[in-house]
Each structure stands twice: as structure tokens, then as C-alpha cells.
């Protein structure tokens, strides 16, 4: 009796076409209908911190949903929530300042603000959490965060000692941050500042620089070049009135092209979500570490993947941010320790050879080479995913005949 072929798929949403569980169901049907050998398909939703971070991890741990009213990156009042397991609060940023919540004709970093995302904590603590996981991928924001920690009770003043916000309804934002000189802590409850957060972050970027959250990740959250310059000088601002607040250097928070100082492992993923990542590491405490590999802990994705025979990861696009932090470059990881091989379905790719064989990628297949227009790669995903699918199957015999020769 032949041994099944064992393939783990742990695939990220297609951004704008297909949900994580989507990829994953679609990619093994294709494999089944394209196969006649017998295939053991074991799917892991998945995501890096980002969309999705919620629903990946409630499909694989019993949670307690807990809804809650919050302002999104606009200010106007939305239905979220996080959950709950055992103690510790589960959030995703997405589903309070994320750009899913904004049309794109209102993407502007320097107006969102992440305050939403400070009430989530509150509401998580004031619930009875004992700690707190926060995924903080995909967001709209570049305020370093203070829009959070405005919500949690920092109160942010100017040079005159005059708070910056004043009136209710009026949320700290990235065109906020130069004006800030000092930090008045004196109305946060103490539980903020004990309880215990870990961050999953789906970048390493520092916070300052070329390599950090503005430059990087300002442009697809709509800034201008001229914008760019502003929130890259409101966020040194911030940084250093951080600095003389909290009494530690930030001179390691950005890149060493731009300043010196700089220590790249001191603080990995400071520029994370706008910043989002400074804020919580220098303020709250808390643990920053790559989204990946807490939902693949969570998830138990790192025991299928050592008893797989073929890993399959996923992803809408393959790019330069794929070698930093993100889902496909920790599924390689893996994938390279318990010596499988590795393919990757996605919308489109945008690596060089040099690049996919830094990941150690086997087999690249992309819906966009299948019709070479973007706009029907997104809007035909499903079918021409299935396609490709399928037609990828004709490499499994290699592979089942590589292990029989084992």
C-alpha cells in the first residue's frame, strides 16, 4: 500500500482577492485534481501579525469573542473587538487602525491615528486580561504610536507645556509628532504599565531612516514625497523627546546610513507599523518578535511542517519586504531546518532568481504570469489559482519518487 504524500500548506491571504483559509483550500483542490497519487494535505491558516492575525488564530485555539466600539484611523466610531483565551487578550491593529478601514481616496498618514488600537488595550485589560498579544501588521498609520498611548493616558505637551490636543474627539497623528516636546505619564493607570504585552510584528524595519517605517511604508499608505519628509522629522522628533522622557538612547532606532549609532539587534521591528513597534517596546515593555513565529507556535505549524514530505507557502506578492520579517521568509526558515522542500503560490512575484534562492524556494508559480495584467490576476485569483495548482501536481511525482529512493 503506497505511503501518502504529505504536503503542509501554510499560506497568508491574497491581499484584496482571497482569504488565508481561501488560498490554502483552493491550492488543494488544484493538487488533488491534479495528482493520481495519494496526497495527505494538512492546512494551517496563517498570518504574520497583519489582516487575518485574528482569524488564523481563532480557527486553532477555543477564544472567547469580546466586541468593543472604537475610534478607526479617522476618528469615526466602528464595531471591533479581540478575543480571548485563557487570560490573555488576543488583538489585531487591523480591525481598529488598519487601511482595510479606509477607502483609498482617505489614505493619509499624516491624519490616521492608531487611538483605536490604545482603546483595544484598555478594554483588554479592563476585561481581566493577565497579558496581552497584539498582532500589528497592516495598519494606516505613521504616528510612532502615540495615538495609542494617548488612549491609554499619556498626555503629549509642546514647548510651552500646552498639550497638543486638546478637545475631545482630537487624536494625536503623524503631522502631530514635531510639535511634541515633552510626555506627562502622570494619568496612566499603573495596569498599563505592568501587564505583560508580546508583539507580533510582520517586519524587523527600524524605526528612522531609509530602511524605516516612513520611506518604507509611507507610500502605500498614501503620503506624498513631501509628506514623507514631515513624518520622517516628526518621527526623530518623537523618538527623542522618547529619549529624554524614559532616560535611554534612541540613536539605535533607525539605520546607520542615516545616523550613527545604530545596532540593528537592538531593536528589530521599531518601525513596525508606523512605529507602532517603538511605541510599545519603548513605553510599554513590551516583547517584540516576528509574527510568524508566534502564530506558528500558536498553531503547532512547525510540527507539521518536520512531518511533511512538500511545504507550501503563499502570499498576493513576493517582494524585496518578503527577505524581511515576513510569513515566506519564516516558513523558509523552517522549511531549510527540517530540510523540505519549499513552493510558493502567489499573486505576483517580484523577486529575482537571487533573491527566491536566498529563500531557498524551490518552485515559484504566480497568478499573474498567467495573464500578465494585475487587475484580472486580483479579480480571476480563485480560478487561475486553482489552474496553476493543478498543473504544479506534475512535479509530485518527482518528489514521491525522491522519497521512495530514500
Known sequence: MAVPLKIVIVADKFKGSLTSPEVAAIIGEGLRNGSSLELEIKSIPIADGGDGFLDAISRTVVCEKHDAIVFD???????SGFLMSEGRAIIEMAKASGLQL?????????????YGLGELV???????????????????????GAGMLQALGYNFLDNKGRAVVTGQGEFMNGSL???????????VDPSVQKIKITVACDVSNPLLGTEGATY???PQKGASALQLE????????FSLVTERHLGFSSSFLCDSQSYIGFDMSDFPGAGAAGGVGFAF???????LLPG????????????AIEQADLVITGEGRLDDQSLSGKLVEGISHLARQYNKPLWVFCGENKLSSAQSNKLHIDKIFSVYEEVKNLSDSMSMASEILRKISASSATFLDQLQSNRQTI
Open 281 to 287: 517596546k519603548a513605553y510599554l515593555n513590551a516583547e
Open 292 to 303: 510568524w513565529d508566534v502564530v506558528a507556535e500558536i498553531t503547532h505549524a512547525q510540527k
Open 73 to 79: 484611523p479617522l476618528g469615526r466610531k466602528i464595531k
Open 230 to 237: 514631515v513624518l520622517e522629522e516628526g518621527a526623530k522628533n
Open 177 to 187: 509628532l514635531e510639535s511634541v516636546c515633552t510626555v506627562d505619564d502622570s494619568m
Open 216 to 218: 518604507v511604508y509611507g
Open 102 to 114: 479606509l477607502r483609498p481616496k482617505e489614505y493619509n498618514p499624516l491624519k490616521t491615528t492608531t
Open 122 to 144: 484598555k478594554k483588554a485589560i479592563d476585561a481581566g486580561a493577565s497579558e496581552i498579544l497584539v498582532g500589528i501588521g497592516g495598519s494606516a498609520t505613521n504616528d510612532c
